[in-house]
């Protein structure tokens, strides 16, 4: 087909069109989703195991506030990277985000240490976390997932892999909420580990999930 | 076609009024755009030639008009327009390199090889009238798939669409006639 021929095709093709909204409304719209399911899980377990809650330390709250802020910049950057001409280094700050995180579990292992004497490796499995955050991974991640469909695949790849760390994230939240740990370190090589291990494996298969529509066979 | 390019206020202009759904402004747009995708293209990958710089274009069109909605009509159109065309580039550039990984360069060919032993003609099979014999003694599902697919040469979709039958069971119908046509001119080869 001729290029000429194309633009008429494409031109007879149009409709309207609503452009999409910023991403970082789009992250807010998401946000309520993830938030709603977060309460509700969190509710609902605190009345399962009343026996079981949670005591924040300033330690435990600054990694659930990282854990969040690194929900809330992967989802943003998930969603500016199916954008044309935005930030094409939209991975740095959920990347801080990441590391903040690590290094607060991480100090909180020191903690451990110093308290205990041990860092607890071997003291606790966790698979009933690896279960409920790939469960939650997936209910959290499935809107963000429809509403980077809507975007251009540039590097789906990317894209896909931080909606993944937004979505496991937020699950990750809801694990230590409703299920206490009494070692950081169990948090970070379990939780650390099914948030790596989805994340890479995402990455791996962004390509597959978000493509250029094959437009030439319509 | 005019060559000269459109201000990009324009441009975001005519962008937004293709998204209100006003087909005029869009062709008007992708006329005017279409020769600016074709320098980037060029620029990029001058060692294209013009076949292959027309279709990263019409790539490039295809993609815009897929994801016209990710343009935000504050913004101007070239930064937009240019991050799809850089990675269009990089698509066809992989696609390009996974191709190549897949297939060898030959040169053409002589009829005959210098080495007598190579020119053996056990690899052929010379007897086009036991070949025909051979194909209307197949079951006809299987003469039909021989039919279209190897004599005819149509794709598994357009067989599919002529016959009614779906691709697997063409490709399965394919297989079995080609095993059943091998061995019976083995037989005839042998005789």
Known sequence: ?218 | MDESPAPDEQLSRLMARAQQGDSNAYVTLLRAITPRVRQLVRSRRGFLGESDVEDVVQEVLLSVHAVRATYDPARPLMPWLSAIVRHRLADAGRRHARQGAHEIGVDDLDVTFQTPVANSREETFGDPDALAQAIQALPPGQRQAVELLKLRELSLKEASALTGMSIGALKIATHRAIASLRRALQGTHEE
């Not at chain 1, 860092?119 to 991974?137: E, F, I, K």
């Open chain 1, 1 to 218: 087909m001729k290029t000429d021929e194309l633009i008429d095709r494409l031109g007879r093709d149009v409709t309207v069109t609503r452009p999409l909204p910023t991403p970082g409304m789009r992250t807010a719209v998401w946000m309520v989703w993830a938030l709603s399911y977060l309460v509700v899980v969190a509710v609902m377990m605190f009345a399962v195991m009343s026996s079981a809650r949670v005591t924040p330390t300033p330690l435990y709250l600054v990694q659930q506030g990282a854990a969040l802020v690194t929900g809330i910049m992967a989802a943003r950057a998930a969603l500016a990277s199916v954008i044309p001409g935005a930030n094409d280094r939209v991975w740095v700050v959920p990347a801080i985000g990441v590391a903040t995180w690590a290094a607060a579990l991480l100090w909180a292992g020191v903690l451990d240490l110093q308290a205990s004497g041990t860092l607890g490796v071997t003291s606790q499995s966790d698979w009933p976390c690896v279960a409920s955050m790939t469960v939650g991974g997936l209910l959290v991640g499935a809107p963000l997932a429809w509403m980077l469909r809507r975007g251009a695949p540039l590097t789906p790849n990317l894209t896909v892999g931080l909606a993944a760390l937004a979505a496991l994230s937020v699950a990750n939240i809801e694990a230590c909420l409703t299920r206490p740990h009494a070692f950081a370190l169990t948090v970070l090589l379990w939780h650390g580990g099914t948030v790596a291990a989805i994340v890479t494996l995402c990455a791996l298969m962004g390509h597959r999930w978000l493509r250029w529509p094959d437009m030439t066979t319509r």
